[in-house]
């Protein structure tokens, strides 16, 4: 069976995102995010929508969607002190983010 990750890396100005399968690398693409769209938002949790829909416009381009996705992986987050490593994401984690 294939596998097919999403990856996420969002920064201040910028989201990075790539896709993997098992042989590597499929595409990655930097979405710029001029600050005047940036400063749209009060707070980092309200560009979620919106970071998720440039995202997924993205994956269209490609014929990519949700659907095919075996795991999304990102990175980054203002959550207290953790030591390194994966976490599932959980309610706990979602509410500790917000």
Known sequence: MS???LTIN???TSTKIALYNEQG?????????????IARFGRIAEQFEWRLSLILDAMA???????ELSAVVGRGGLTKP???GTYEVSPALIEELR
């Open 3 to 5: 596998y097919k990750v």
């Open 10 to 12: 969002p920064g201040s």
């Open 25 to 37: 690398e499929v595409w990655n693409q930097t979405l710029r995010h001029p600050a005047e769209e």
């Open 61 to 67: 381009e490609r014929g990519k969607n949700l659907a």
């Open 82 to 84: 953790v030591m390194g």
